[in-house]
């Protein structure tokens, strides 16, 4: 059985009829209307945003409204003024135009910090703002269970500060690199660096440099070893450690190496030429070193618990007070 389809020519398909004055009047007029309604929502998704941001960091946004007092016009940094907040740099990060396209084309209702785009820039501060809100979620809902009650540790981990550094893998061994781990676990960041400046191995180097690295890491992202520059030094101080020797405290911020481990990596493989065409595997181990960096009052701390435990131990006695029962005249062979 044969289907007839009836179909449009081509060529009337394909004719476009030229529209008359009154349709394009029309058709202007509601592209126009759609232009504004599209910006009016992106100007409103935009405060949305800004609004957002505000809210999850507004020490940032406080200071993005009030801006920076820029240069003067001979080139140099103007001076500070307090009344129109702090000032950066004309080598920042965050430095932009004095006309951004967020201005240009916001409406006037629109609070748009002068000279900076706050949504350009909360795409590195605050990359996963849905993951950031559910996990703020996350903890608020378990602070409610708990009644606002907190463990030890989770009290540790908010009054004190700590971090943990591991290093690239370096071209030694454990039995090598085991002896400079404990050499370095227990002292301050400053002695344990002139420990391996000094010292005759030959991993020496890069553990030093990884002792640097770690020491400049603690003090940007955890503000550790700052009591002198912040003047929260405290007052000195003289503790007895574990071991029962005496240590003094002059900064209760000061850095100072709490564990160090090493641990063991992949083995880098290589060929030694033999007689006959034949050839050896070598085998190069590799090794991390980790370090696990903290506070001096983290040892105050630590000093004043085994003080409280001394004072609270119980009286030891060598026999119990307890009446003797289940006693024979013979033995129980």
């Not at 081509?10 to 209307?33: N, V």
Request: hydrophobic letters at 30%; glycine letters at 6%.
């Amino acid at each position: 059985m044969t289907r007839i389809i009836s179909r449009r020519p081509a060529a009337i398909s394909q004719t476009r009829w030229p529209a008359t004055t009154s349709q394009t009047r029309r058709y202007a007029s509601q592209q126009s209307s759609t232009d504004d309604t599209t910006q009016q929502d992106q100007a409103r998704l935009q405060l949305e945003r800004f609004g957002k941001f505000r809210e999850s960091n507004p020490i940032l946004a406080d200071y993005l409204e009030n801006g920076d007092q820029g240069q003067t016009r001979d080139g140099k940094d103007a001076p500070n003024d307090p009344t129109k907040g702090p000032r950066l740099s004309s080598s920042s990060l965050f430095s932009a135009p004095a006309v951004t396209a967020v201005e240009r084309h916001a409406p006037q209702w629109f609070p748009v910090p002068p000279g900076r785009n706050p949504i350009s820039m909360a795409t590195k501060l605050d990359p996963q703002p849905t993951k950031r809100r559910a996990w703020e979620r996350k903890m608020v809902i378990m602070e409610v269970r708990k009644r606002g009650r907190i463990s030890k540790e989770e009290r540790i981990r908010r009054t004190e500060r700590a971090l943990t550094a591991r290093s690239d893998f370096l071209r030694t061994s454990i039995k090598k690199l085991q002896p400079l781990a404990n050499q370095i676990a227990g002292k301050s960041i400053e002695d344990a660096i002139v420990q391996m400046r000094f010292s005759k191995k030959g991993a020496a180097v890069e553990v030093k440099r990884h002792l640097e690295e770690a020491r400049l890491k603690a003090i940007v992202e955890r503000g550790m070893g700052l009591g002198k520059v912040q003047e929260a030094a405290g007052s000195k101080t003289v503790i007895r450690l574990k071991d029962g020797t005496r240590h003094k405290i002059d900064d209760r911020t000061g850095i100072y190496i709490d564990q160090s481990w090493v641990g063991r990596g992949s083995y880098a493989s290589s060929r030694s030429p033999r007689a006959k065409g034949t050839s050896h595997v070598l085998r190069h181990p590799q090794t991390s070193i980790s370090v696990l960096l903290k506070e001096e009052k983290t040892r105050i701390r630590e000093y004043g618990e085994r003080q409280e435990k001394w004072r609270n131990r119980k009286v030891w006695t060598p026999l119990p007070d307890r009446p003797v029962t289940a006693q024979r005249q013979q033995y129980c062979w």
